[in-house]
């Protein structure tokens, strides 16, 4: 393993801002700069003043940050650049600042279209979507690009939800349908560590008789709805693989390099635990095939 610098003035600082930080990213983060030997450091905040902490991610020379809720859309009129993947789905998951020019991008939306393209995911599917935030645009648009073109978009927010199914061309219905669709998405809370830990964002027949279950919440990478989808034989997408995969996409941004798949792993087990690193390592023994 190279020899990490000791933290000095030459240091490059990279940071997230979220309005409930955790340590997952700063793990993966910091693990790839002492596996690569790099001079970087990284640490998460929160704040209540957004266009301040913007202004000291400029001021200060930080190189890089990760942009999560409720922060992806409020932060676009105070950057200087949005690149086209955060242009096209109006939320920016990542600021880069190039000598105190801020740039916005998107890795959400670059994950879920890599991991659609991995796992040979058929575009023919239809499928429901649950969710009309920021993330629920970037998964919209991944599948949007990937050739699905039969979806609804499940939103109980009349207004974020009939926008966001009439950017992509989907439908939109404000509870969930009768039956289910041969995938299911989830971007919404259900099922993420804290009050709704508990709650299963498909009910099961649906999940029964899907083909796909694919899940944004990271916190934890088994959901209940993952659990379940998994019980049966499904094929399973956990939001720990979308998380890993867009924070490898900052990192290369950020740092210019491209950790390898052995490294990857490895941060991935570190932040997120053993059976993340090993869906990694999985992922990337099925790209070597």
Not at 121 to 126: G, K, R, S, T, V
């Amino acid at each position: 393993m190279p020899t990490k610098p000791p933290i000095g003035r030459n240091t490059q600082l990279c940071m997230s801002l979220s309005g409930r930080p955790g340590n997952a990213g700063s793990r993966l983060h910091n693990r790839l700069y002492e596996l690569l030997g790099l001079d970087y450091v990284y640490k998460s905040f929160s704040t209540r003043d957004l266009p301040a902490a913007i202004g000291g991610i400029r001021a200060l020379g930080i190189r890089g940050c990760a942009i999560s809720m409720p922060f992806k859309e409020d932060v676009i009129p105070l950057l200087d650049a949005i690149e086209p993947s955060a242009a096209a789905i109006d939320s920016v998951n990542t600021i880069v600042n190039d000598d105190g020019v801020l740039s916005g991008h998107n890795t959400d939306y670059t994950a879920v279209r890599d991991l659609v393209a991995a796992r040979g995911l058929d575009p023919a599917m239809p499928f429901l979507l649950r969710g009309s935030g920021g993330m629920a645009k970037a998964v919209a648009a991944a599948l949007r690009d990937s050739g699905f073109a039969h979806g609804a978009i499940i939103a109980r927010n009349a207004q974020a939800g009939q926008a966001l199914a009439a950017q992509y061309g989907y439908e939109w219905r404000p509870d969930l349908p009768e039956t289910g669709e041969a995938m299911l998405v989830n971007v919404t809370p259900l099922g993420m560590e804290g009050a709704d830990a508990d709650a299963l964002a498909y009910p099961l027949d649906f999940i029964a008789d899907c083909h796909v279950a694919f899940d944004v919440v990271a916190q934890p990478a088994r959901t209940p709805f993952i659990r379940a989808a998994d019980d049966a034989g499904k094929t399973i997408i956990s939001g720990a693989e979308v998380i890993v995969l867009q924070a490898v996409e900052q990192f290369v941004l950020y740092t210019g390099i491209r950790p390898d798949a052995a490294a990857i792993a490895d941060a991935a087990g570190l932040a997120h635990g053993p059976q993340v690193g090993a869906l990694m390592s999985a992922m990337a023994q099925r790209k070597e095939q």
